[in-house]
């Protein structure tokens, strides 16, 4: 296990230095963020500050070299605009992305798996077909939209939630968050609810496949030949069984939607990582935007060993190689 | 003893009651007088030296003040110095207001005014810095009160630079950097409003002064968001998260009016939307025969310019790509700014007119161009330029259009071609006049492109007149007021009116809407300024 875990580190290493080399080349080729910076009342001799400051005057190749010394030292360049380090502008907004992202996941599983089962233990029911109408709407629907459709109706013409920003936060246990204010819940919901309906859908869909495929089994025939409780064929035969695909899906999809609740960010105003990313963007703010890819990239690796460990729990059959 | 107990349970009573009342007077005013504002673009910073930008010296109004101020139309009124005058040519004496307090009690004095200029100048990491403003002025402190501003040669546009500049105190500022200021830690203003908290991308909250100088601010407490997304805004007012947004996207405009619930404010800024066009190359690179081939560049021609400003029918782009929302332009700043000429108005749509002056110029049979703007910068730029290839169609120009992000198009707009030249041919693009007078238009376009100088900075058709450039000049050593006035006119008549050096489209006009019961006086110069903000 530990070798294992050691070579895949490594292997992480060299996939973020590839990033960090795609990434500085690629935000380096467009426009000049001196631009967007500047007042256009300034003259030629501030423009040449500005360049000079932002270190813009010299070679994008020695650029590069000041970017991997400073990002050994655990730095990631400081903000063209706010003029404070990346990394600390980053970090400040995670917390309420990470909130976001774990309470949408949380409705996605909670609804998702029982749904899903359901319409794969009914396949010809009313009631499944219209979950798996319902599956295809998520799906299809452009979250922007959505999120404008959840804040007219919910907020606007009910008021039952506020339309915009996060809640009151509290601090328990060392970790200031909104989950804790009934405020921060209710700010929570709809966003939430906004950025989960397609990863909804996607469990509701892998769900109901994977119990099609399983509950045809003759493990789950024998069970139910020996007279087990139908309550117990679902949760251990069935549930076990259906829940690799499903781990790796929800794994992988944890990291997009931290990465790209960009939108559900700028729909409901969240403060948090996604909204300072597309601000960035569209302000050419190149630290910002090198190092938020830089640790988006560190999260995904990261998931996707976590999800290469949890298999081995889920299925005996998985064995990780060079684990003793 | 019975009695006793009763006086007890009388006072027990008694002060339920009045903690009870207290607490619903208290909500009562904490509801009436507090302001949730939807902002459409938050400050980078809250130190009012680092970044000269449009939404942070909007909200340092709040905070700081300025020497010059500057109200809703741009005029100048005494904020923290109550005259100026020019003393002799080159020096400028400003009195300043006695009596100020800054939010941590101590006084405003000469010495606070000599520590903002020093420290504005010399920010460290500021994307975008006051020097501007400031550069070549020698301030001196004659008394507490009175300050003086040497200049080497005569400087009209004193006072109106000096309302960019906010005063920030030396005690609190005393080497107190950027983030100081973000945290609040050495955000000691002498304005209306006092910091209290920001959390970026989340939430500003201020709270008022109540020993500034000027007229008392109206709510106890003020809290920013956030909000970019246009229809996001617009939904956090209807459901009443917020109580007044900025930037209502032109197409709301007229849906929203008719909610009694709201009550909007429109009115023009001081951007106006223009066309550059290229006036210096014999071969254009986006110039083209209409088989393709090689021309000599049509646009140097001032008759081919003025047919194009003929083509363009200014009422169907107000109608229909800004929905009513802007004022058509025939120079380069609304009625009312200093140095407007009362002659211009915009030219008529007269496609007949435009032909035969292409006839004239010798291009009966038209020429193929393409027309570059922006798809993000100006409110619905990447529309008006299509609307704009129509109307030039019409007239026998073969007219493309590309579009791009603000991020990379001001590069290529300014210096994408061969050594740094300005790529595009023909361009949509605005300007807005800072300073609120005719000259900021007139010296940083129309102007010959003098890098040295500073002059011409955004010409990007590097349009070229020696008279006007004498104009211009004249004007900026000009320190009586009327006499200047006259001059920009001049300069604008000859430059925009005889010469097309640039084709003036519209004004933008900007709308904020509030909760019925608010009303905000619109500003010329775009900010949102919460003391702009009045109940019925």
């Known amino acids: ?324 | 003893m019975s009695s006793l107990i009763i006086g007890e349970v009388k006072m027990k009573f008694l002060r339920l009651l009045c903690i009870g009342l207290a607490s619903v007077s208290f909500s009562l005013s904490a509801y009436a007088e507090d302001l949730r504002v939807g902002l459409k673009s938050e400050p980078s910073s809250i130190d009012p030296h680092y970044h000269n930008l449009g939404p942070n010296n909007g909200f340092s109004k709040h905070i700081f003040g300025a020497l010059v101020g500057s109200d809703e139309n741009q005029q100048h009124f005494p904020d923290l110095a109550v005259s100026w005058k020019p003393i002799d040519d080159t020096t400028w004496e400003f009195k300043l207001r006695q009596g100020v307090k800054w939010h941590d009690g101590s006084s405003f004095t000469a010495d606070d005014v000599l520590f903002t200029v020093e420290r504005a100048q010399n920010v460290p990491n500021s994307p975008s810095s006051f020097v501007t403003y400031l550069k070549g002025k020698t301030f001196s402190k004659v008394d507490d009160h009175t300050v003086h501003v040497k200049t080497a040669a005569p400087y009209p546009l004193m006072p109106n630079d000096l309302t960019t500049v906010k005063i920030i105190s030396a005690k609190a500022g005393k080497d107190a950097s950027t983030e100081d200021y973000n945290s609040g830690k050495a955000t000691i203003g002498t304005g209306p409003y006092k910091f209290v908290e920001w959390v970026p991308g989340d939430r500003i909250v201020l709270t008022r002064n109540d020993s500034y100088y000027g007229k008392k601010a109206v709510f106890d407490n003020v809290i920013m968001k956030p909000i970019k997304s246009g229809p996001a805004r617009i939904s956090a007012l209807l459901a009443g998260d917020v109580d007044f947004i900025d930037n209502v996207p032109p197409l709301d405009v007229a849906r929203l009016k008719q909610d009694d619930k709201l009550q909007l404010s429109s009115g023009p800024s001081n951007r106006v939307i223009y066309l550059h066009m290229d006036q210096f190359r014999e071969a254009s690179p986006h110039v083209q025969a209409k088989d393709g081939g090689a021309i000599k560049n049509p646009l140097m021609d001032v008759r081919v310019r003025k047919a194009i400003s003929h083509a363009i029918n200014r009422d169907a782009i107000v109608a229909r790509v800004m929905e009513g929302v802007a004022v058509k332009a025939g120079q380069l700043l609304p009625a009312g700014f200093h140095g407007v000429s009362e002659k211009m108005t915009p030219d008529a749509y007269d496609p007949d007119a435009a032909k035969k002056l292409m006839a004239d110029a010798g291009y009966g049979d038209g020429f193929k161009m393409t027309v570059h703007g922006p798809n993000d910068r100006y409110i619905n730029d990447a529309k008006i330029a299509e609307a704009l290839a129509q109307m030039l169609t019409r007239v026998g120009i073969d007219a493309s259009v590309e579009t791009m992000p603000k991020s990379v198009y001001f590069k290529r707009a300014s210096r994408g071609g061969p050594d740094k030249s300005p790529e595009f041919s023909f361009m949509v693009l605005g300007w807005g006049a800072g300073s609120g007078e005719a000259s900021s238009p007139l010296k940083a376009l129309l102007h010959t492109y003098d890098k040295s100088k500073g002059l011409g900075a955004a010409n990007r058709g590097r349009h070229s007149d020696a008279a006007v450039d004498a104009l211009i000049k004249k004007a900026l050593a000009t320190v009586d007021a009327d006499a200047r006035g006259k001059l920009l006119a001049e300069a604008t008549e000859k430059a925009v009116g005889e010469n097309y050096g640039v084709i003036p489209l519209h004004y933008q006009v900007n709308t904020w809407a509030a909760k019925s019961g608010y009303k905000y006086l619109p500003r010329t110069d775009e900010y949102t300024v919460v003391m702009g903000l009045s109940k019925d």
Do not use: C
């Open chain 1, 1 to 324: 296990m530990t070798a294992f875990i050691l070579r895949r580190s490594l292997q992480s290493l060299i996939v973020l230095f590839v990033m960090s080399l795609l990434v500085f080349g690629g935000v380096n080729m467009v426009g000049d963020p001196v631009d967007m910076l500047i007042s256009p009342e300034a003259d030629q001799m501030e423009i040449d500050r500005v360049i000079r400051d932002l270190g813009l005057d010299r070679p994008v190749t020695e650029q590069y070299w000041y970017f991997l010394v400073n990002a050994f030292k655990g730095e990631l360049g400081r903000s063209f605009i706010f003029g404070e380090p990346a990394l600390k502008l980053i970090i400040q907004r995670m917390p309420a992305t990470m909130e976001l992202a774990l309470f949408s996941l949380l409705l996605a599983v909670v609804f998702g798996i029982p749904l899903g089962v359901y319409a794969g233990l009914k396949p010809e029911g009313k009631l499944s077909r219209t979950i798996m109408a319902g599956s295809i709407l998520g799906f299809s629907m452009p979250t922007f939209w959505v999120g404008i459709l959840l804040i007219m109706f919910f907020s606007v013409n009910l008021g039952w939630f506020p339309s915009t920003g996060r809640g009151e936060t509290a601090t328990y246990f060392g970790m200031t968050s909104s989950i804790f204010t009934a405020d921060g819940l209710s700010h929570l919901f709809l966003p939430a609810f906004n950025l989960a309906l397609f990863k909804l859908s996607s469990v509701i869909r892998l769900a109901r496949a994977g119990t099609r495929e399983v509950i045809l089994q003759d493990y789950i025939k024998f069970a139910r030949a020996k007279g087990v409780q139908e309550s117990r064929v679902i949760r251990v035969h069935l549930l076990k069984n259906i829940m690799i695909p499903i781990v790796t899906v929800i794994g992988l999809e944890f990291g997009s939607l931290i990465a790209f609740s960009t939108v559900t960010e700028t729909v409901f105003a969240w403060p948090g990582m996604g909204k300072l990313i597309i601000d960035s963007i569209y302000n050419l703010d190149r630290p910002i935007i090198v190092a938020y890819l830089m640790i988006i990239v560190l999260i995904f690796v990261t998931l996707n060993l976590v999800v290469d460990i949890l298999y081995s729990f889920l299925d005996p059959r998985v064995r990780i190689k060079g684990a003793k």
